[in-house]
């Protein structure tokens, strides 16, 4: 069975920490995709990334940041964590082209509270 | 730039009754659309999708047609079940968007026995 996997369910941290979100997939996508969900907001992109060591921003980008080191593994990190960046964190993964174009793959996100 | 609006919810229903949930979208040139579903405890997985203007997707009784004259894409089941409880969410990539999803809001629905 296809995954995403994030490295955590439940996240607190404290507001100034730096604070990094692991998200791994094994589909051999080329897209994968950092999601933040909020009551009444829906997702929105924070940052996304086509190919290894590429990355662009989505529309919320500001006060975060992305690694992509390798195809399988994408990083999302908060530089210095604040009480509004208090959230749930999706991970995504899909295909480049073809028909599986828009079929993306999430994890089971990330419940971070910043205190 | 591109956007998605759903119906404002939640939305409960007694099982057997119909659902309609509406979306519409503004988009660049010739979207793909999508409805994604989030069951509780879990992560979003694709529920059904269209990719030209006319199309209809299906999936677990659940319909959507891509209506491009009306730039909606309404979700709808005859008849829904407690198991179809989840938040439903409308999606579209649009042009060369790197398959980049853009989503709605989002709709919780609660069906009742």
């Known amino acids: 069975d296809v995954k995403v996997t994030q490295s955590s369910r439940y996240l607190v941290k404290r507001t100034g920490e730096k604070v990094f979100l692991e998200c791994v997939q094994d589909?051999?996508?080329?897209?994968m995709f950092w999601y933040r969900q909020d009551p009444g907001l829906g997702l929105r992109l924070i940052y996304f990334s086509y190919d290894v060591k590429m990355k662009e921003k989505g529309d919320i980008p500001e006060g975060y940041s992305v690694s992509r080191e390798k195809k399988e593994r994408f990083s999302l990190i908060l530089e210095s964590a604040s009480t509004n960046q208090t959230s749930m964190y999706l991970c995504?993964?899909?295909?480049?082209?073809?028909?599986?174009?828009?079929?993306?793959?999430f994890g089971q996100g990330t419940r971070l509270t910043v205190v | 730039g591109n956007s998605v609006t759903q119906m404002e919810g939640p939305v409960t229903l007694s099982e057997e009754a119909f659902l309609t949930i509406n979306c519409t979208y503004t988009?660049?040139?010739?979207?793909?659309l999508f409805w994604y579903v989030q069951y509780p405890g879990e992560g979003l997985q694709l529920l059904l999708k269209?990719?030209?203007?006319?199309d209809k997707g299906s999936n677990k009784g659940f319909e959507a047609t891509y209506r491009k004259e009306t730039t909606s894409f309404h979700l709808e089941k005859g008849s829904v079940q407690v198991s179809d409880s989840a938040v439903y969410f409308c999606a579209l990539i649009a042009g060369t968007s790197y398959g980049k999803l853009t989503f709605g809001q989002g709709t919780i629905l609660t069906v009742h026995p």
């Open positions: 995504a993964s899909s295909l480049l082209s073809g028909q599986g174009v828009g079929k993306a793959f």
């Open positions: 589909m051999d996508h080329e897209n």
């Open positions: 269209a990719t030209k203007a006319d």
């Open positions: 988009a660049t040139g010739y979207p793909s």
